[in-house]
């Protein structure tokens, strides 16, 4: 899940190399946090949050596929 969401996000951002994905796993579920530089917050988010909607929705469906819940956060 870390690396769909890293390789996700190195694609979008105009700064690939501070991106940062740190990823907790508690018995079903994951949690991961994606770190950007802030001048490329509004490129990972997208307008009315649809590009970030749409890493959810590809992370969920890997989730499903392992039988796990997964959540994202995208932080400053």
């Known amino acids: ?6 390789i996700i996000a190195k694609a979008l951002v105009d700064n690939p ?8 796993d508690e018995d ?3 949690q991961l946090e ?7 917050m509004g490129k990972v988010i997208g ?14 469906a890997s989730a499903t596929k392992e039988d796990k819940h997964v959540s994202l956060e ?3």
């Open 1 to 6: 899940m870390k690396q769909l969401v890293n």
């Open 17 to 24: 190399d501070q991106v940062i994905v740190t990823e907790t």
């Open 28 to 30: 079903n579920k994951i």
């Open 34 to 40: 994606l770190k950007v530089a802030s001048s490329d």
């Open 47 to 60: 307008r009315q949050g649809r590009i970030a909607k749409a890493i959810r929705t590809v992370l969920k």
């Open 74 to 76: 995208i932080v400053d």
